[in-house]
């Protein structure tokens, strides 16, 4: 399955974010010096897709500047903008307004127009970020090529957060090939604590569920029903787990700081402006 496209929902309220989040994407938060949806972007490039799609809220203005190259200080004074710009050479970048209900899935059925006939698509959720050795949106499509399956991305979680996810069990024997997964288990009927996170390598049968399936939790349109009736179908799903990084997630303080400080601490010049207060602090 061709796969030169991505997706990334970035239209969420960011309410564990408020007040910055009034009139400004948290998918711009600075991760040092590059915006959240930018290390996804740079992801998504470094996987070889060609076109991205970016679905927007009410507070998008911000986000389609931050993609435009009008207005760029001169080339040759600010190296970063100049790599940004040559990295988006011959990328399509693509805004749609999200319409239709609340939930993580929507934002697939307004993609959808955007995506080539009868080819894959990898999908991000914008608040989360894969800081990995090898693009993660590039070991997705690896694991298809390898599997012919669609493909998710895992992590192992505490088990007293296995509430707050998307939870997968496996077929009898097989520790990579999805049974089935259930969104937000009570910890008692959790089948493992591998929780989906926001990295997908999906069809259009995907998305054609997600017109077909009832509205799930708190009436929510869930990709987690989805793929989880994909499977009862008779489709397969594995599982690409992060073996090379983690996976970061800037939905609300606790986690953005944490982001922060994982990025700043691999950069040389951050890490010495941080000795020794900081290290110290962080090593207590």
Partial sequence: MKIETGVIAAAGSGTRMLPVTLGYPKELLPIINKPAIHL?????IQAGLKKIIIITGDNAAPLHRQYS?????????????DDFVEALNGIEIVFEPQEGPYGNGTPLLVAEKHIPAGEGFIYAYGDDILKTDKSFARQLIDAHIETGALVVGTQAVDWVDVVRYGIVEFMPGSDREMKDVVEKPVREEAKSNLAMFGRFLLSPEVIAILREIPLG?????????????????????VVQPVTDGEWLTIGDPVNYLKTLIEYALEDPA????LTPRIRKFLKD
């Fill in 69 to 81: 190259l009008k207005d760029l200080p001169p080339s040759g004074k600010y190296s970063p903008l």
């Fill in 270 to 273: 951050l890490l010495e402006a």
């Fill in 217 to 237: 939790k708190s009436n929510e349109l869930w990709l987690t029903d989805s793929v989880r009736e994909y499977v009862r179908r008779g489709g397969r799903v």
């Fill in 40 to 44: 996804i972007v740079e992801e998504f």
